[in-house]
Nanobody, 124 residues
């Protein structure tokens, strides 16, 4: 069973950048599809980005397309989310998720493993 730990969140001004990291342990990262989700106060958890096992296929939410980049380094058991041109509406707790699937799901229910989350706050 894989354990996920996110880091890299913080407070940043609008227009700034952050890079989130998610380190996996207890499992073999290349066997998992990895995704990022986020949850703002009072809102449901929503899909941000997902990357295939080998990193060759990626999907993004429309709201972050062109500003965020997901990547993975299987040798380091780490998945990243580079976030540029941040907006106040990007403020949320960001979660890393993993699942053993052949597809690139965007639904929360599709993922079996979750990290504890890291807070991202974007000030205007």
């Amino acid at each position: 069973q894989v354990q996920l730990v996110e880091s890299g969140g913080g407070l940043v001004q609008a227009g700034g950048s952050l890079r989130l990291s998610c380190v996996a342990s207890g499992g073999t990262l290349p066997t998992y599809v990895m995704a990022w989700f986020r949850q703002a106060p009072g809102k449901e958890r929503e899909f941000v980005a997902v990357v295939s096992r080998g990193g060759g296929s990626i999907r993004y939410a429309d709201s972050i397309q062109g500003r965020f980049t997901i990547s993975r380094d299987n040798a380091k058991n780490t998945v990243y989310l580079q976030m540029n041109s941040l907006k106040p509406e990007d403020t949320a707790v960001y979660y890393c998720a993993a699942d053993r699937t052949q597809t690139l799901p965007v639904d929360v229910a599709a993922y079996d493993y979750w990290g504890q989350g890291t807070q991202v706050t974007v000030s205007s």
